[in-house]
C-alpha cells in the first residue's frame, strides 16, 4: 500500500500549523521534534490529526479544527482524561504523551497521543480478493467484534479508574437533546427551522427520558475508529476519545447503529457510507441490538428513543459540518460531495419517528 497517498493529504491539501511552535513548546518540556514535516492524516470530518516524530518515536497530535466550534466539541481535555484512565487497563485505548492547553501555541488545546498503525475501514470492505464466503465471515466476524469492544468499554466500572465524576452521568439524556437541540439552530444560523426538525426535537422532548444504567460511553463508536490489523482483523487501537462521556450505554449503542447501513435502506444512509455493514455478512441493526442485549443483560425495549435521538445526533454533525464550509472555513473536502446530506438525515429521523405515519419499530 501507498501509505502517503493512502493514509495522508498531499502536502498541498494539509492544514499547516504553527510547527516551529510546537518544537519550542515541546523542548520547554524536554523532548525534540524532528524536523520532517508532520503528515496530515486523510480521513475524518473533525479534528485535525497529523502524525510527527518526537524524540526519535512517531507520535500522532489531535487538535479541533481551524475556526469556530460548536460548544462542547473537539475537546481535547476531555479525551486526554479519558485516554489516561483507560489506557493503563485497557490495551486497545492509546497512551497519552502530551496536552497543551495554551492556546497561544497552536491556536486551540491540542494532544498528542501514542500512535497505533493499523487498518481502518470505513464505508467499504477493503478487497482482498476473498471469495463470497470469505467476505461473508469477515462480515459477521466485524460485526461480533463491533458488539463485544463496546460491551467490553461498557463493562469498565468508571470507579475504579478514577473516572466516577466524570461527565456529569445525572441528565446525560436530557443534556443530549437540549445541546443537540442549540447546535441545529447554531448550523442553521437565522434559516427557517425545518419542519422535520420540529417533528424530531418536540418528539423527543414530550416523550419520557429513559433512566437506564451509567457507563463509560465513546459517543462516537463505529468501525473506522477501531484500528485493525490488516492479517487477521483483530483489534490494535479504539481512537477518537475527544466525545467521551459518562452516561446511558444505550446512547452510544444507537450512535453505533445509526452508522449501520442495511441493503433496503434509503439513499441518504448509503451516502453516510460510514460502515460496509450493508455488505454480505454483516448482521442486521437488530441482530446487533439484540447480540448486545444477550452480551450484556441490558433491556433495549425502548431503544427507538435512543435511535431518533442519535440519528437526530448524526444529522446536525452534517449540518454543522456544511456551515463551516459555507462560511469558507477549512473543511475535509469529502464534504462538498454530502452537501444536503443533513437535510435528508433530518427527514429520515422525522419519518421513523413513531409519531409520524411511517414510524415503525426496527431500529
Not at 491539501?13 to 525534540?32: C, I, K, M
Not at 500522532?60 to 466550534?69: A, D, E, F, S, T
Not at 463485544?148 to 461527565?167: K, N, S, W, Y
Request: charged letters at 20%; aromatic letters at 8%; a negative charge.
Amino acid at each position: 500500500m501507498n501509505e502517503q497517498a493512502e493514509l495522508f493529504r498531499a502536502p498541498a491539501a494539509t492544514t499547516q500549523q504553527d510547527w516551529d511552535a510546537l518544537g519550542r513548546y515541546l523542548a520547554r518540556l524536554g523532548h525534540v521534534l524532528s524536523d520532517a514535516p508532520p503528515q496530515q492524516f486523510a480521513g475524518g470530518f473533525g479534528n485535525l490529526n497529523y502524525a510527527l516524530t518526537i524524540d526519535e518515536t512517531r507520535w500522532v497530535l489531535r487538535r479541533p479544527p481551524m475556526g469556530p466550534i460548536p460548544p462542547g466539541a473537539n475537546d481535547m481535555l476531555r479525551e486526554h482524561r479519558m485516554l489516561s484512565a483507560l489506557s493503563p487497563v485497557w490495551p486497545l485505548v492509546p497512551k497519552p504523551l502530551v496536552l497543551c492547553e495554551d492556546p497561544d501555541v497552536l491556536g486551540r488545546p491540542f494532544l498528542i497521543m501514542e500512535y497505533r498503525p493499523g487498518l481502518s475501514i470505513g464505508g467499504t470492505l477493503p478487497d482482498y480478493g476473498l471469495h463470497a464466503q470469505d467476505e461473508r465471515e469477515a462480515g459477521r466476524h466485524l460485526s461480533r467484534l463491533l458488539i463485544d469492544t463496546l460491551a467490553h468499554l461498557h463493562g469498565i466500572d468508571p470507579q475504579t479508574v478514577g473516572l466516577g465524576a466524570f461527565g456529569k452521568p445525572d441528565g446525560f439524556l436530557d443534556r443530549a437533546i437540549a445541546g443537540w437541540s442549540k447546535r441545529a439552530d447554531l448550523a442553521l444560523d437565522g434559516k427557517e427551522m425545518p419542519a422535520a426538525l420540529t417533528t424530531v426535537v418536540d418528539w423527543l422532548r414530550s416523550e419520557p427520558t429513559p433512566r437506564g444504567d451509567l457507563t463509560l460511553l465513546h459517543n462516537d463508536f463505529k468501525l473506522d475508529n477501531l484500528l485493525l490489523d490488516e492479517t487477521d482483523l483483530t483489534p490494535l487501537a479504539l481512537v477518537d476519545w475527544d466525545m467521551g462521556s459518562h452516561g446511558d450505554p444505550l446512547f452510544d449503542l444507537a450512535t453505533l447503529l445509526s452508522y449501520w447501513t442495511e441493503p433496503g435502506d434509503p439513499d441518504c444512509l448509503h451516502r453516510l457510507s460510514q460502515m460496509p455493514t450493508a455488505a454480505r455478512g454483516f448482521w442486521s441493526r437488530d441482530e446487533a441490538a439484540a447480540a448486545y442485549a444477550a452480551t450484556t443483560g441490558r433491556d433495549i425495549s425502548n431503544l427507538m428513543f435512543y435511535r431518533v435521538l442519535t440519528l437526530f445526533k448524526l444529522a446536525v454533525v452534517f449540518l454543522q459540518l456544511e456551515a463551516r464550509a459555507d462560511r469558507g472555513e477549512p473543511v475535509n473536502p469529502k464534504i462538498h460531495a454530502l452537501r444536503g446530506l443533513g437535510m435528508d438525515l433530518l427527514d429520515y429521523t422525522a419519518a421513523i419517528t413513531p409519531q409520524t405515519k411511517h414510524g415503525h419499530g426496527k431500529v
